[in-house]
């Protein structure tokens, strides 16, 4: 996982209150603070969070550099750094921790979901064989059908409600032709670069958390720009910031083949370029969450 080198002053609050990091307290070394972040860290990851264990085998390696840094100059101007540095890898670990523990608590609950429905399929055969006359044949065939329309209907409302939660600031969910639209501002990305905040990452991992329940669901990411700068800067920076958005779905376990990453440049603006807020709103990064059972009629 690449290094963060910039984070917000509110994610900085969060990551030193959820991980002590706040004033050192009297008599704990900020060593020991920060080896305490990475064990209570590591204490709560699932055996297979093999992701979350690469995060937290760099925040060890930060631990070392700390030790020896602090052995040397307990005044160095670096410490605050690797404080913080320490504190984010803990909190990232942790969190890629709990999405690979709900992903696990998913894969069990297909698997006696399969288990159910192959006893189902089981007792649904004897009574086909027991049934006489192909009237009765077709009704349970269309009853069938009916169930199986609206459990698929009940999952898409579920999955709607859920993706509607994450409107905020900074995402906006709407819905139109294509499907369910989560537009995120250009604020959660650096300057005129492509690098991932903090922030975006925190809602990436929510979405992935609920493409991993709902399979049907395929994403197409693009990225958009204003007409601020040469077409062509703006289009690599669009297709840019759109690969890494997939590039993170795809480590946090979502099948490469369910999302597309296109950068759109500053060929579809959704409001007025010549004004500061219209521009604003044409940098976004857009992902479009299509049905694929639509697709098959």
Request: charged share 25%; glycine share 6%; with cysteine.
């Amino acid at each position: 996982m690449k290094t963060i080198k910039i984070l917000t002053l509110g994610v900085l609050a969060s990551l030193a209150a959820s991980t002590s990091f706040g004033a050192e307290k009297a008599g704990v070394s900020p060593v020991d603070q920060c080896k305490l972040a990475l064990e209570n860290a590591k204490a709560s990851l699932p055996a297979n969070a093999y992701s979350a264990k690469l995060t937290l085998a760099e925040g060890y390696g930060t631990l070392t550099a700390l030790e020896t840094i602090y052995a040397d100059d307990d005044d160095s101007k670096v410490i605050p750094t690797l404080i913080e540095n320490c504190a984010k890898y803990a909190e990232i670990s942790k969190l890629q921790g709990e999405t690979q523990a709900i992903r696990n608590h998913i894969a069990e609950n297909w698997e006696k979901r399969a288990a159910t429905n192959r006893t189902i399929e089981a007792i649904q055969e004897q009574i086909g064989t027991a049934r006489s006359g192909k009237v009765s044949d077709l009704e349970a065939e269309k009853q069938e059908i009916k169930a199986q329309k609206e459990k698929l209907e009940a999952s898409k409302q579920e999955a709607m409600d859920k993706l509607n939660a994450l409107q905020s600031q900074m995402i906006q969910v709407t819905k139109d032709a294509r499907g369910i639209i989560l537009s995120m501002s250009d604020i959660l990305f650096e300057v005129g670069q492509a690098t991932l905040k903090t922030d975006l990452m925190t809602s990436l991992a929510k979405i992935a958390g609920i493409l991993s329940v709902y399979q049907q669901f395929d994403v197409s990411i693009e990225g958009n720009t204003d007409n601020t700068g040469s077409e062509e800067f703006n289009l690599k920076l669009s297709q840019q910031r759109a690969e890494n958005v997939m590039n993170f779905l795809v480590e946090q376990g979502i099948a490469e083949n369910r999302l597309t990453a296109k950068g759109l440049g500053m060929s579809m603006p959704i409001a007025d370029n010549s004004t500061k807020e219209g521009r604003q709103k044409n940098r976004r990064v857009d992902l479009v969450i299509t049905d694929r059972t639509q697709k098959v009629k």
